[in-house]
């Protein structure tokens, strides 16, 4: 690991020294010339500002509550007028009514690496086994996983496995990945609607219940909400926590209301396993999940974002393990971006709105990252030669400025207000202090990611499980 977090450091280096030095250097050669640089300045300022408006108008979308409920009146006047504005904005969850038959059969499908994941795995069984909701038709629990050697803990399970008809346990021989250990569960699934996990993640009760609602509406896949269980283990923790707010309960969220489509996300995604079984999951895909999600789409099928269906997760316990995550993500969506954009455009199962907003999510997310550190460039340029020409820009600047600053603080109120618990005031105060140096890590981190894309670069490294800070949890938690 410290072999490969030093290389990790040279990429950063190399690639920060390419893309803000050398230009620097040119566009304080530019200022000599006589050049004011509007046009670069015209184009980042132009970014941040389009960036600004899409949190504003995600974070405003995102304030109202996604699921399906009772059809019911409204008769108070101001009541109907709220529901008409919601109902213009997309939001007309309240127009679906509950299923009236019964939940059917479902299938929980737990990926693991258990050499890895061995100190967390008997938890999450426990936790579906004891905790969920059994739906009408029944339901199973398929651990699919792979190991190198064997290991005590597989006595455990089987032994787990028959205290509980509905666990099946299957290790997946010749497996490497979280998509074949899952391809390998889906084979013998036989549940109705089935549910992916990562073998840290514990769903809500009401899981099955709460998609079922969906799926009964003609969805194919329902992603829900995933927070952060160990939020206060440290700092890092904390942020990701708050982030994850605002990914699930905001742009997730906001995206499905205004586009009525989402993505799988991995894990708390709860498919129709007739279509599941037709799309399957790739090995040869970083994160196979959003190729996932990107086929079914483009096949024709619906997914949609429920916030109220929420699994708590386990945050990365140290930076190193978030950088090499959040560079697979980051690795993983660019591949898929490039592979499936232009089948996106052509496909008759997108509207022109829809093939907007998933360019939006596909390229320009990605790339923003590249852009946006274009800023410091500029800036170091114009400290590197003073008194330089500055043209009119500065009532640009000062637009394009104000607003990201008002649009971060703003999705930051709206995370506050939907968020899936009460966190401590501190922790919203802290993520925003520290967001600035937040941004730029994981900017960084997509700029390393698109780095080993070119190079060809596809290895990644699996995120270990700190089993220290798993009994600390629960010795806090009782």
């Given at each position: 690991m410290a072999k490969t977090w030093s290389s990790e450091i040279q990429k950063v280096i190399f690639t920060h020294v390419l893309l803000i030095g050398l230009p620097a250097v040119f566009y304080g050669y530019l200022l000599l010339s006589?050049?004011?640089?509007?046009?670069?300045?015209?184009?980042?300022?132009?970014?941040?500002?389009?960036?600004?408006?899409?949190?504003?108008?995600?974070?405003?979308?995102?304030?109202?509550?996604?699921?399906?409920?009772?059809?019911?009146?409204?008769?108070?006047?101001?009541?109907?007028?709220?529901?008409?504005?919601?109902?213009?904005?997309?939001?007309?969850?309240?127009?679906?009514?509950?299923?009236?038959?019964?939940?059917?059969?479902?299938?929980?499908?737990?990926?693991?690496?258990?050499?890895?994941?061995?100190?967390?795995?008997?938890?999450?069984?426990?936790?579906?086994?004891?905790?969920?909701?059994?739906?009408?038709?029944?339901?199973?629990?398929?651990?699919?996983?792979?190991?190198?050697?064997?290991?005590?803990?597989?006595?455990?399970?089987?032994?787990?496995?028959?205290?509980?008809?509905?666990?099946?346990?299957?290790?997946?021989?010749?497996?490497?990945?979280?998509?074949?250990?899952?391809?390998?569960?889906?084979?013998?699934?036989?549940?109705?609607?089935?549910?992916?996990?990562?073998?840290?993640?514990?769903?809500?009760?009401?899981?099955?219940?709460?998609?079922?609602?969906?799926?009964?509406?003609?969805?194919?896949?329902?992603?829900?909400?995933?927070?952060?269980?160990?939020?206060?283990e440290n700092f890092l923790a904390q942020n990701v926590a708050i982030e994850f707010e605002q990914l699930y309960g905001i742009s997730h969220a906001a995206k499905s209301f205004l586009t009525d489509s989402s993505i799988f996300g991995g894990s708390n995604g709860y498919w129709r396993t007739s279509v599941l079984k037709q799309i399957r999951f790739n090995p040869n895909r970083l994160t196979e999940d959003i190729d996932a999600s990107l086929r079914t789409l483009l096949n024709g099928y619906k997914i949609l974002h429920d916030r109220s269906i929420v699994t708590s997760e386990l945050a990365p316990a140290s930076l190193k393990t978030f950088w090499f995550q959040r560079k697979r993500w980051a690795h993983g969506w660019l591949e898929v971006s490039l592979l499936y954009q232009r089948r996106l455009w052509r496909s008759p199962h997108f509207n022109n709105w829809q093939r907007f907003y998933w360019t939006y999510l596909l390229y320009y997310c990605k790339f923003f990252a590249l852009v946006s550190v274009q800023l410091l460039p500029v800036l170091l340029a114009f400290l590197l030669v003073p008194g330089a020409v500055s043209g009119q820009m500065r009532g640009y600047f000062l637009i394009a400025g104000g607003l990201s600053l008002f649009s971060g603080i703003y999705q930051i109120l709206a995370t506050a207000k939907i968020a899936s618990r009460h966190y401590p005031l501190a922790y919203y105060i802290k993520h925003v202090l520290f967001l600035p140096f937040y941004v730029t890590l994981k900017n960084s981190i997509t700029i390393v990611a698109i780095y080993d894309y070119l190079n060809g670069e596809n290895t990644w490294v699996v995120t270990p499980r700190d089993t220290r800070s798993q009994k600390q949890y629960r010795l806090k938690q009782g």
């Open positions: 006589g050049w004011a640089l509007v046009g670069p300045r015209a184009v980042v300022l132009t970014l941040f500002l389009f960036n600004a408006v899409m949190i504003i108008i995600e974070s405003s979308n995102a304030v109202f509550r996604r699921f399906a409920t009772h059809r019911h009146r409204f008769n108070d006047p101001s009541e109907q007028t709220r529901n008409q504005v919601k109902a213009w904005m997309g939001v007309r969850g309240a127009e679906y009514p509950s299923p009236l038959d019964p939940v059917p059969r479902c299938s929980f499908l737990v990926a693991a690496y258990l050499p890895n994941e061995q100190s967390i795995i008997v938890e999450t069984l426990h936790h579906l086994l004891t905790h969920i909701e059994r739906p009408a038709g029944g339901l199973e629990i398929i651990l699919a996983y792979n190991t190198p050697v064997d290991l005590p803990i597989e006595a455990e399970l089987h032994q787990l496995a028959r205290q509980h008809d509905e666990l099946i346990i299957l290790r997946v021989e010749g497996s490497r990945s979280k998509a074949e250990n899952m391809n390998a569960a889906l084979d013998i699934a036989t549940g109705e609607i089935t549910c992916v996990l990562d073998s840290d993640h514990h769903p809500s009760a009401d899981c099955f219940r709460r998609s079922w609602h969906w799926i009964a509406q003609g969805y194919d896949v329902i992603q829900g909400r995933n927070v952060i269980r160990n939020y206060d």
